[in-house]
């Protein structure tokens, strides 16, 4: 097996035998049925009338809460990859871990990139394992399934690598710790200043429209959030935004237009950018 | 059986004088900052050889391993493995090492971390089993083969280490500090690994502060201090001198500081210790106190160890 794939492999079976899986899977499990219990109780509810809700009703309420209920997933998945990745190199550095296994015929690029792939199957298999578990239990409790359940998933699992490849980037340096502080960080400003870009289009104020711009570029984490977005919400909600005009994209947690095909090719480059400055980190570090 | 070794021994010395050294390095330096942690390393450890590379805490002996196996880029200066430039990767293939700062993936059992290094080594799969199982018996971990490293001491996972570093019989193993976490059993059963690895020809780069092993070991030294090496050889050009202690009452100043004609004396009151003084004097050194008037009770000479000559030539570095 190429040292690319053996180190990925220890990397799954780290997380596994340290339980992380393990530990995900029962919050994941708990967390689904919450809500799915919760979205049960949409179709019971009642109007002014007494009559429950029409279903294009029950769609857009449902939308806005699985909205809610997978930026917890999405936030889950961000944090974990934050704290994962932050110690992924710089504490087997610390310890001596790496020591031995660079002294074999193994370049660093293989550890760096055999991580990046580990953690990346990882974040794939959960953002689809728990995005598969939660659009089936919405289905099963509304009826609703998001228009683009594939995209939603695609979109969840790449933000997810976004703060895997920064915290890993910084981990080729810092020690564990400051560097997952410091993805969490970046996450968080990058989530505000698209809320900032956003008001800045509401206001039609291209200085704040340009933070939330230069944001997704830095740190593509929130771009790829709003197309997360845009794959839940029903036709109808779109088209009654996009009615709204200029005001109907200043809602942070709703979006009109899908990522651009520009934005998405970027994120391949900075995917390309994160892990070719890791490589190049790592094998310029001394041990 | 100890005879086939010792063919087995001199038919890779025989090798190793055809060959290229398993270690070269010419001017090696490394400086962090302003610190120079290595100034000018030039060396050459045979193959098949089992080398002692010596020195105090800080002294450099660390960073020398981390340089020749690449984890460090030197300064400046060049270095040599099997042949081959520092960093070849290739090159290590035919390398062992146990690093001074070892730790091994808690999570696996001691089977498994064996089998990755087998993995990366890369050995073929079809060894693997008799690898894993020789080298577990060799550092006498067969009955925690199964057991997380996790749940192991500390003197057991650098017996783990030391397995890893014995995987596939390389041609030249880094050794450094093997035994600093092992008990007096331990050690002895490193000496006779070491021993193990020399009757194959494999040559042994042994970072050691622990002089009493080293010269039970080893055929060629160096001593390094503040990155220097201040004194290199085999064992006998360095132990050549004898050590002669002298317990004698009644001496006086002056007669105590004609004594040092005899060569450098440790002066403790009633006992005084001549190093590296030739023995066929000792008779004229007893002679000497006796005509000044003192008494003496003890006379005993000994062979330099290396701890005497180790201490001898820290102290004439600092002076």
Not at chain 1, 1 to 12: E, H, N, S
Not at chain 1, 166 to 173: A, D, F, I, K, V
Not at chain 2, 130 to 159: C, H, P, W, Y
Not at chain 2, 224 to 248: E, N
Request: proline share 5%; aromatic share 6%; with cysteine.
């Amino acid at each position: 097996m190429p040292p690319i794939l053996v180190i990925a492999r220890l990397t799954v079976q780290e997380s596994s035998r340290r339980r992380l899986l393990l530990a995900l899977l029962i919050l994941t499990l708990v967390v689904v049925g919450f809500s799915a219990w919760g979205f049960n109780k949409i179709t019971t509810v009642t109007n002014s009338s007494g009559n429950t809700l029409p279903p294009a009703q029950v769609a857009v309420v449902t939308s806005q809460l699985l909205i809610v209920v997978v930026f917890m997933f999405s936030g889950v998945l961000a944090l974990s990859a934050a704290v994962v990745s932050g110690p992924l190199i710089s504490s087997e550095v610390e310890s001596g871990l790496l020591l031995s296994m660079l002294a074999r015929p193994v370049r660093r690029s293989e550890i760096v990139i055999g991580k990046w792939v580990g953690l990346g199957v990882l974040v794939g298999v959960y953002a689809a394992g728990a995005g598969l578990l939660e659009i089936a239990a919405v289905d099963w409790a509304t009826g609703y399934v998001p228009p683009h359940p594939v995209d939603l998933i695609a979109y969840v699992a790449a933000e997810g690598l976004v703060l895997l490849s920064l915290g890993m980037l910084l981990s080729t340096r810092l020690p564990g710790i400051t560097a997952g502080v410091i993805a969490l960080v970046a996450w968080l400003i990058a989530w505000i200043a698209g809320v900032v870009g956003d008001i800045g289009t509401g206001l039609q104020n291209q200085a704040l429209e340009n933070v939330g711009i230069v944001s997704h570029l830095l740190l593509p984490s929130d771009g790829l959030w709003r197309g997360a977005i845009f794959a839940m919400e029903p036709d109808t909600l779109i088209a009654s935004m996009r009615a709204l005009g200029t005001f109907g994209r200043a809602n942070p947690f709703a979006a009109i237009d899908p990522p651009p095909i520009q934005f998405l090719a970027w994120v391949v480059v900075w995917f390309a950018i994160m892990l070719g400055l890791s490589v190049w980190s790592f094998r310029t570090r001394e041990i | 059986m100890a005879e086939v070794a010792e063919q087995t021994r001199r038919a890779a010395s025989q090798g190793a004088a055809s060959g290229s050294p398993a270690v070269k390095t010419v001017d090696l330096t490394k400086r962090f900052g302003h610190t120079v942690a290595l100034a000018g390393l030039s060396m050459e450890v045979p193959r098949g050889e089992v080398f002692g590379f010596l020195g105090p805490n800080g002294a450099g002996k660390t960073t020398a391993v981390k340089l020749l196996l690449g984890l460090l880029r030197p300064t400046s200066g060049e270095g040599w493995l099997l042949g081959k430039p520092v960093g070849d990767l290739g090159t290590r293939r035919h390398i062992g090492y146990l690093p001074e700062l070892f730790r091994y993936q808690s999570w696996l059992s001691a089977a498994e971390v064996l089998a990755l290094h087998c993995e990366l080594a890369p050995l073929p799969r079809s060894s693997w089993k008799d690898e894993i199982r020789t080298v577990l018996d060799t550092v006498g971990l067969t009955d925690r083969a199964n057991d997380r490293v996790g749940t192991f001491s500390k003197g057991m996972q650098q017996r783990l280490g030391l397995g890893a570093a014995l995987l596939g019989e390389p041609e030249l193993v880094f050794l450094d500090e093997p035994t600093s976490a092992l008990d007096p059993v331990g050690r002895h059963d490193v000496r006779e690994i070491i021993r193990g690895l020399t009757s194959r020809g494999t040559a042994v780069f042994l970072n050691s502060h622990l002089l009493s092993e080293v010269e039970q070991v080893c055929d060629r030294v160096a001593v390094v201090d503040h990155g220097r090496v201040i004194a290199s050889g085999t064992m006998d050009d360095l132990l050549s001198g004898t050590t002669v202690r002298v317990r004698a009452t009644g001496l006086s100043q002056a007669g105590r500081n004609k004594l040092s004609d005899f060569g450098r004396v440790d002066d403790e009151g009633d006992q005084l210790t001549f190093n590296n003084l030739n023995p066929d004097r000792v008779p004229d050194l007893v002679a000497a106190i006796v005509a000044m008037g003192a008494r003496v009770y003890e006379v005993a000479p000994r062979h330099q160890t290396l701890e005497d000559r180790f201490l001898q030539l820290l102290e004439d570095e600092q002076k």
